[in-house]
């Protein structure tokens, strides 16, 4: 659990590095999200990734 409260930490303090082993990490359920009604929506997939950055910003650990 160390290691990723320190990657969240780094994506908080604006290090793309840790921002993108983030989506990474979480890419594969980013896009499960996106699908509707059996199809991919990439508008969807591009507003979840937006969200999920300001999520990250906001999170209070």
């Known amino acids: ?3 990723f409260k320190n990657t969240l930490l780094l994506a908080q303090q604006g290090n793309e590095k840790a921002m993108e082993k983030l989506l990474k990490r979480y ?3 980013l896009k499960k999200c996106s699908i509707i009604q059996g199809h991919f929506d990439e ?3 591009q507003s979840l990734i937006l969200e999920f950055v300001r999520a990250v910003s906001a999170f209070k650990i």
Do not use: A, E, K
């Open 1 to 3: 659990m160390g290691m």
């Open 27 to 29: 890419d594969p359920l």
């Open 43 to 45: 508008d969807l997939y």
